[in-house]
């Protein structure tokens, strides 16, 4: 049978999957799923036994922020991420950024987010699944056996990089949001899943659902659910935790302009993680 995994502070939570279902009724039949964990921010302070509030310099991607502590807080019972226009350190923007890393992981299961986004050229909101116990050095020489065609020599258990990317965002495009899977292919290719929304409205406005499925066969991805799109080769099996953040700048997005207005507020009503009963 499959089993979904929950991992909370190093406790796993194991539920068996259950009977089938329509794909509307699979993303909208809550009798189906079990909340596991949740946080509603309700509230004077976010809670540091569910999250990591980062301090980083800059992250990659020719980004321009330095992620600081002081931009991430409560405030009438939503999480908010700050994103600011001031010189920190060697830095002229400050932003948010969160995760459960060592608090939180899942392997399956359902991640429901009910946020509204910021707006503005240069801004770069993201809701993202990153690989809890990543093997930098097996990746490595993994990728090398497979680039002097030894693939076969290589295990048959290959822990290539994965990061499911639930919702990302650019500023500019107020109405459009990304669904995006990167991963490598069995033989080491590397490659991206990706699909996106293009709404009649700005998610700026108001708060939505954005919702992930993650199964063994399967990654989904839903928009207030609507499904965006599906994601069914190299599919991870292994703990991830979750990243909540706004950057600024980078390669995609581009940089703030004349245009942007600071600061810029990226609120969440709601995270709530379930699992197949």
């Not at 999957?17 to 699979?26: A, D, I, L, R, W």
């Not at 290959?158 to 292919?185: C, K, Q």
């Not at 599919?235 to 995609?252: D, E, K, M």
Request: glycine fraction near 8%.
């Amino acid at each position: 049978m499959r089993k979904n995994i929950l991992i909370l502070a190093g406790v796993s939570v194991c539920l068996i999957c259950g009977g089938q279902q329509t794909e509307h009724n699979k993303n909208t039949d809550k009798k189906e799923w079990t909340l596991v964990w949740q946080d509603e921010f309700d509230g004077n302070e976010v809670n540091d036994s569910k999250w990591n509030i980062l301090t980083r310099e800059t992250s990659k991607h020719t980004e321009l922020q330095y992620y600081i502590p002081d931009e991430v807080y409560l405030e009438n019972g939503n999480l908010r991420i700050r994103s600011s226009k001031r010189d920190y350190g060697n830095k002229h923007y400050t932003s948010g950024r969160l995760d459960t890393k060592d608090k939180m992981t899942i392997t399956y299961g359902r991640i429901e987010i009910r946020g509204k986004l910021p707006v503005g050229q240069g801004i770069w909101p993201a809701y993202w699944l990153y690989p809890q116990n990543r093997d930098w050095m097996m990746e490595y020489i993994m990728k090398k056996a497979v680039d002097e065609g030894k693939e076969r020599s290589i295990p048959e258990f290959r822990p290539w990089y994965t990061e499911i990317d639930m919702m990302e965002f650019l500023g500019h495009e107020p109405n459009v949001f990304y669904a995006t899977y990167h991963y490598y292919s069995f033989e080491g290719e590397k490659k991206t899943s990706a699909g996106k929304y293009v709404a009649d409205f700005s998610f700026a406005e108001e708060f939505h659902i954005f919702v992930l499925e993650w199964e063994a066969d399967a990654v989904k991805w839903y928009i207030d659910g609507k499904l965006v799109h599906t994601a069914t080769e190299g599919i991870p099996h292994a703990p991830h935790f979750l990243i909540l953040n706004t950057a600024i700048g980078g390669s995609w997005p581009g940089n703030p302009d004349e245009t942007t207005t600071f600061p810029q507020y990226h609120d969440i009503d709601y995270v709530r993680v379930y699992q197949r009963k």
